[in-house]
């Protein structure tokens, strides 16, 4: 618990692959005036199903209604929370450095080293640092390199997680669903 005693919520949803289905998820945290924090979108290890990962501050009774809203939209097969230690999760950053000052801040190259980043790109102007991990981490290495005065961009991503238990629930969901579709065809065809 930190902002105003509220948690950091992590929401696992899948849904089919169809036009919308975003605006409908996101629809549910404007309407309780919830701020998404991080918002990740992909295909997900099956194909036409697509994950999405999202993070919000807020307290248990609110995120177990917004997830009962999520899991009531048409095109929505399963809707999860998660605290951090049911999750692993992963952000991943982006520095892009004066090359100049870089170079002439030794200071610079030892924060890259501290924070375990790689650099990916240099060139005469600015070279582009590369963090993974968490975003405590990622906030830390970006302040300490600004203070340096190096830095001319950054971006980060949104969270992408997943869970530490030993089973997916969303393949044993389909895997349930197409086994009552194959008992249903069955009784019909008798």
Known sequence: MDKDNKTLYTLIVHSENIAGV??????????????????????????????????????KDTIEK????????????????????????HEIALYKLSTPEFQTTPEASKLIRKYNARIVEVN??????????????????????RALGCVLQ???????????????????????REARYNADKCEIQS
């Not at 409908?24 to 918002?39: G, K, M, P």
Request: hydrophobic share 45%; glycine share 2%.
């Open 154 to 176: 950054f971006v980060r991503s949104g969270r992408v997680a997943i869970t530490t238990s030993c089973f997916e629930r969303v393949n044993e969901f389909l895997a349930d």
């Open 22 to 59: 975003l605006n409908q998820i996101t629809a549910v945290f404007t309407r309780r005036q919830i701020n998404i924090e991080s918002l990740n979108v992909s295909a997900s290890s099956i194909k036409g199903i697509h994950k999405y990962t999202i993070t919000a501050w807020t307290d």
């Open 66 to 89: 917004v997830v009962k809203q999520i899991v009531k939209k048409i095109d929505v097969l399963q809707a999860h929370y998660f605290v951090e230690d049911e999750i692993y999760f």
């Open 124 to 145: 005469p102007v600015f070279a582009i640092a590369e963090k993974n991990g968490n975003s405590e981490d990622i906030t830390a290495m970006y302040n300490e390199l």
